[in-house]
């Protein structure tokens, strides 16, 4: 079996006259975790776009388990097994927790329409199933107690644990995560990096995360990968990377820390 889970190979992406991406390559190896990183405005999560099928690249192909996924769309892409998290919460605000996670196993998990109108048995014990992996991916989070709150009402880290509990819960086998400790304080922040590892190991999938912190890069990264306008200066592991002449200037000329 391919050791890489994902691979891009040339991909460009040009928004008007903004070339985003120009030629990246790179690949994404199972059961690791896969940071990209760079300065503001460098193309990631433009990359996690186009992994992910909201971008079309000009040019280029992805590989997913080693088949060819350029031209799926999104949602096929979710069903192949890549699931995402948004830098800005996309949580049903309205909705339980419970029901928030169990929204995660419905991709995989239902039945013709028909079968919840006269509620068969199979449906019922399909609600089951769901109610039973919701609270699963839930305890997974640490986040049981609060299956019955309604969604809005949660701190807002705790929001950003709901909303990586409901992509557990559609079993992914590629999580894509963009900034998922954005607005998180450094207690919540390390809680996160020692879940995404948690994660990785327990579930047995590959992670893809576009990161700020770079403590929390640096600390839970199998590979690193580093964009600069839209090209790659640098690839290789936390240690590789963090002496890399070429990304200390990029971090040095831009403004961040
Ligand atoms: N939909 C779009 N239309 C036009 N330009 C875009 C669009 N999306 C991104 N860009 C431009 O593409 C470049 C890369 O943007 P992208 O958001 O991918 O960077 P980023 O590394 O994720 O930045 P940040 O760290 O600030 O989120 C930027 O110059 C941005 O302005």
């Given amino acids: 079996m391919d050791s890489a889970i994902l691979g891009c190979s040339g991909i460009c992406v040009r928004f008007g006259g903004v070339q985003a991406l120009a030629d990246i390559h790179f690949e994404a190896m199972r059961d690791e975790i896969t940071a990209i990183i760079g300065p503001n405005g460098a193309g990631k999560t433009t990359?996690?776009?186009?992994?992910?099928?909201?971008?079309t690249p000009s040019h280029g192909t992805l590989t997913f388990e080693g088949h060819g996924i350029t031209a799926l769309p999104a949602h096929e892409r979710a069903w192949s097994g890549m699931v995402r998290t948004f830098q800005n919460l996309e949580i049903f605000s309205n909705m339980t927790v419970l029901e928030n996670v169990a929204m995660g196993c419905h991709g995989r998990l239902s039945l013709p329409a028909w079968h919840s109108l006269l509620r068969?048995?199979?449906s019922r014990r399909l609600e089951d199933e769901v109610r039973r992996e919701a609270l699963e991916a839930l305890d997974f989070v640490g986040m049981s107690d609060l299956a019955s709150a309604t969604a809005k009402d949660l701190a807002f880290g705790k929001q950003r644990l709901l909303e990586l509990a409901r992509a557990l819960a559609a079993r992914p086998k590629l999580l894509l995560l963009d900034e998922p400790a954005a607005g998180l304080n450094i207690a919540e922040t390390q809680v996160l990096a020692d879940l995404i590892m948690r994660i990785r190991d327990t579930y047995n999938l590959s992670v893809i995360l576009v990161e700020h912190d770079m403590e929390l890069v640096m600390r839970?990264?199998?590979s690193i990968l580093v964009l600069c306008f839209g090209q790659t200066i640098s690839r290789g592991t936390p240690a590789q990377v963090q002496k890399d002449p070429?990304?200390?200037?990029?971090?040095?000329g831009g403004d961040e820390d």
Wanted: charged content about 15%; proline content about 5%; cysteine-free.
């Fill in 47 to 55: 990359l996690l776009n186009a992994i992910s099928g909201m971008v």
């Fill in 120 to 122: 068969t048995p199979k």
């Fill in 220 to 222: 839970i990264s199998d």
């Fill in 246 to 252: 070429k990304v200390i200037a990029a971090y040095l």
